[in-house]
């Protein structure tokens, strides 16, 4: 691959990740018309800002994971092992920013006082987290996994694409996502969906918050859940846009070849090489442009509908 383009996949998401982190960290923090409403008990203010202040955290250290990654990598590694860094540096980066989301959760203020009441409503990762989000996440990871497979599957050393025109003549082509580079993009997106299931899992067990209302302790759950699983799908779609990119340019390269001077090309290797590269740039910016647009929209909507239901099984507990 072209050392332009090579660089290109590496800087583009780096300059993404630092416009999509400003701009959440702006707009998911904002208060909802709600909020500048209503007068919160103290233990909602405080809980409010300790989920704030953990969301602009762990944001930072996603940041800070995609630099220090993309700056240690011509030092801790060489040739085809700084190819598997690049391709890791998304998982790795969200694995900070879920391991500070997690820390967020079981450093969660507690109940104190000798009165406190709180809504006594079990809660789980189905009532809490926005369903269409989590299942998109979910979709990143499957459609990543199914392209690593079939890549590994496609490559005979796992490091390069090759294919042969006659009994005289073959081309190869790499890097490309064989098991080489797959089976460790397969383990860190592993990773990173279960850390995300249990920073949910979490996020659900959490104590209530005291004198509030359990529609307002479910709209901040299911507001934490969002920021969570934002997070999570996009260092996903990129690490899937990563590997789409690499692909379809092996492909492609692949796909021609000159002989005695003689150009000759491969209809459906240079077609499936162009798709996956339109599919790759696809999801490099579907990824930031679902965090914007689930920052723009009330965080509270997708908790409306649960709420009514907790609202007629729950009431404040005095302990």
Same mark, same amino acid.
């Given at each position: 691959? &072209? ?14 990740? =630092? ?5 959440? #960290?702006?707009?998911? @923090? ?16 405080? /809980?409010?800002? @300790?989920?704030?202040? #953990?969301?602009?955290?762990? $944001? ?13 990598? &011509? ?9 598997? !860094? ?7 980066? %969200? ?8 820390? %967020?959760?079981?450093? $969660?203020?507690?109940?104190? %006082?000798?009165? *406190? ?18 299942? !998109?996440?979910? /979709? $990143? ?21 090759? *294919? ?5 003549s073959s081309s190869a082509a790499g890097p490309f996502p064989g098991w080489f580079f797959g089976a ?7 990773? =990173? ?19 509030? /209302? &359990? ?5 901040? +759950?299911?507001?934490?859940? !969002? ?12 690490? !899937? ?10 492909? +492609?390269?692949?796909?021609? #070849?000159?002989?005695? %001077?003689?150009?000759?090309?491969s209809v459906g290797l240079v077609a499936g090489g162009t798709t996956l590269l339109l599919l790759g ?14 920052? #723009? ?14 609202? /007629?099984?729950?009431?404040?507990v005095v302990s």
């Amino acid at each position: 691959m &072209p050392v332009a383009v090579l660089a290109l996949l590496v800087l583009l998401p780096l300059a993404l990740a =630092v416009v999509v982190a400003l701009v959440v #960290i702006a707009l998911a @923090h904002r208060p909802s018309g709600r909020e500048q409403l209503a007068t919160p008990s103290s233990a909602l203010a405080a /809980a409010r800002r @300790h989920a704030g202040g #953990i969301d602009a955290l762990a $944001w930072v250290g996603l940041v800070a994971a995609l630099v220090v990654i993309q700056a240690l990598t &011509p030092s801790l590694t060489s040739g085809l092992g700084t190819g598997v !860094l690049i391709g890791l540096t998304p998982t790795l980066a %969200g694995a900070t920013f879920l391991a500070v989301q997690s820390v %967020g959760e079981l450093t $969660w203020p507690r109940p104190s %006082g000798s009165v *406190r009441r709180a809504p006594l409503t079990p809660r789980t990762v189905r009532t809490i987290a926005p369903v269409g989000l989590r299942r !998109l996440t979910w /979709a $990143w990871a499957g459609g990543l996994a199914l392209v690593l497979v079939a890549c590994g599957v496609a490559s005979g050393n796992g490091r390069d694409i090759e *294919r042969v025109w006659d009994a005289s003549s073959s081309s190869a082509a790499g890097p490309f996502p064989g098991w080489f580079f797959g089976a460790p993009l397969l383990a860190a997106t592993a990773v =990173v969906v279960v850390a995300t299931e249990i920073v949910l899992r979490l996020v659900a067990r959490r104590p209530a918050v005291v004198d509030t /209302a &359990p529609a307002d302790d479910l709209a901040l +759950r299911t507001l934490s859940s !969002l920021r969570v699983l934002r997070g999570a799908q996009l260092v996903l779609a990129w690490t !899937l846009a990563g590997v789409l990119l690499v692909a379809g340019s092996a492909l +492609r390269s692949v796909g021609t #070849i000159e002989v005695d %001077g003689v150009a000759r090309a491969s209809v459906g290797l240079v077609a499936g090489g162009t798709t996956l590269l339109l599919l790759g740039v696809a999801v490099a910016v579907a990824g930031p442009v679902t965090i914007l647009l689930t920052a #723009i929209a009330a965080p509270a909507r997708g908790a409306t509908a649960a709420a009514r239901v907790l609202n /007629a099984t729950s009431g404040p507990v005095v302990s």
